[in-house]
């Protein structure tokens, strides 16, 4: 079973840049996708970008595209959203989720918060 920890949250002003990890342990060995969501608060849970187990399939929402760089490191079981010129509606919980392809996750961490003041 795969547990995951999120880190990298905070408080950060509109314009700025925050990167979140996730680092993944337990039973790792088989390859799986990875991704990220967020939820703001009184919305539901929304993707925010995913990346398979090569990193050579990249998704993203429109929302964040050319804004978030989602990455992968496999010999560290981890995966990164690099966010920058970030906005107030970027404010929401990170989640980093796992799974075993893309669009099929089933594995979620606790949440990091991510908090864009104007």
């Known amino acids: 079973q795969v547990q995951l920890v999120e880190s990298g949250g905070g408080l950060v002003q509109a314009g700025g840049s925050l990167r979140l990890s996730c680092a993944a342990s337990?039973?790792?060995?088989?390859?799986?996708?990875m991704g990220w969501f967020r939820q703001a608060p009184g919305k539901e849970r929304e993707f925010v970008a995913a990346?398979?187990?090569?990193?050579?399939?990249?998704v993203y929402t429109n929302s964040v595209k050319g804004r978030f760089t989602i990455s992968r490191d496999n010999a560290k079981n981890t995966v990164y959203l690099q966010m920058n010129s970030l906005k107030p509606e970027d404010t929401a919980v990170y989640y980093c989720?796992?799974?075993?392809?893309?669009?099929?996750?089933?594995?979620w961490g606790q949440g990091t918060q991510v908090t864009v003041s104007s």
């Open positions: 989720t796992a799974g075993p392809g893309l669009g099929t996750y089933d594995r």
């Open positions: 337990g039973r790792t060995g088989s390859s799986y996708a």
């Open positions: 990346i398979n187990w090569s990193g050579g399939t990249i």
